[in-house]
């Protein structure tokens, strides 16, 4: 069992940056892939970015390339998710998640995830 919560939602203007971090707590946390995902209002959750158990693979949806950067830190049992020059569009609330990843050490670019946490809202004003 793998506990998540988000923080570092906020208000910003566009062009700004957030910082969000997931802070997991249970067993075996640095064995789970992880990834970070945002549902906008009246929409479908959509993934945002992946990381591999170890750190060493990621993936990121098109619309955040260049712009945001997922990384963890195994040691504090946390994953962050660095997003810079934000749009109006990315207004959402955005949760972390967990996925064993049975031994393989890869991002996941899917929704396929064990472990969600309760999200936090990010909202950039134009």
């Known amino acids: 069992q793998v506990q998540l919560v988000e923080s570092g939602g906020g208000l910003v203007q566009a062009g700004g940056s957030l910082n ?5 707590s249970g067993r075996a946390f640095s064995y789970y892939a992880m990834g970070w995902f945002r549902q906008a209002q009246g ?3 959509d993934i945002v970015a992946a990381v591999s158990w170890s750190g060493g693979s990621t993936y990121y949806a098109d ?5 945001f950067t997922i ?3 195994n040691a504090k049992n ?3 998710l660095q997003m ?3 749009k109006p569009e990315d207004t ?4 972390c998640a967990a996925r064993w990843p049975y031994y393989r050490d890869d991002a996941f670019p899917s929704l396929e995830y064990d472990y969600w946490g309760q999200g936090t809202q990010v909202t950039v004003s134009s």
């Open 20 to 24: 969000l971090s997931c802070a997991a």
């Open 43 to 45: 929409k479908e959750r």
């Open 63 to 67: 619309s955040v390339k260049g712009r």
């Open 71 to 73: 990384s963890r830190d």
């Open 78 to 80: 946390t994953v962050y």
């Open 84 to 86: 810079n020059s934000l």
């Open 92 to 95: 959402a609330v955005y949760s």
